[in-house]
């Protein structure tokens, strides 16, 4: 059987109510999840200490939740890992920048073969209050970057997470990429405002 196919077949079985399947389900699709996570990884520096396999952990934590295996196909279960992923990362560069206010707690260095992230901690903190105000205006939207930004996915896997045509991905991609660049490249109000 295709991994597609095992995978399927094993959301369908833990959908039905079999939890023992989950650690199945993700000794199939750790390799992906560990692509994506890297992926994820390298686009922002600082917290050394949230390697891949962290961060791989920190996502099964997250989608073994009993509210959350409801997964319909293999691309809604990637898309539901991506805004998992994207959802440990802010909670740990949110983290890094208490952390720079004094929270007095010293970070543990992990050894990690990957590279660091390439941005800060706080453009991914702008990042994310920019997808939150993104999502008020198009949850689909907000589910095209996660797919794509987060997940890795390309615009075919995206329509099948998000069960719309692939046009509609791409011009979902286009409009919130343009308002993502637009609301990032915006100059910061002035304090207390």
Same mark, same amino acid.
């Given at each position: ?115 660091? @992230? ?30 794509? @930004? ?44």
């Amino acid at each position: 059987m295709s991994e597609s196919g095992e995978v399927t077949r094993l959301l369908e079985t833990i959908r039905s109510g079999d939890r023992r399947q989950l650690d199945r389900l993700f000794d199939v699709v750790y390799g992906e999840l560990r692509r994506l996570a890297r992926s994820n990884r390298r686009r922002w520096q600082g917290n050394r200490t949230l390697n891949t396999t962290a961060l791989i952990h920190e996502v099964y934590l997250k989608l073994a939740s009993p509210e959350r295996l409801d997964w319909q196909s293999r691309a809604h279960f990637f898309g539901t890992a991506a805004r998992a992923m994207r959802q440990v990362l802010i909670n740990y560069a949110e983290r890094a920048r208490a952390a720079k206010r004094g929270s007095g707690e010293e970070d543990l260095p992990l050894e990690e073969e990957d590279a660091p @992230f390439s941005g800060s901690t706080e453009d991914a903190l702008a990042l994310h209050e920019a997808l939150g105000k993104l999502e008020q205006l198009s949850e689909r939207q907000c589910r095209v970057v996660e797919c794509r @930004f987060f997940a890795g996915m390309d615009v075919a896997e995206t329509a099948e997470a998000l069960d719309v045509s692939a046009v509609t991905v791409k011009r979902d991609w286009r409009a919130a990429s343009a308002w993502l660049h637009r609301e990032l490249s915006a100059p910061l109000p002035p304090p207390g405002r």
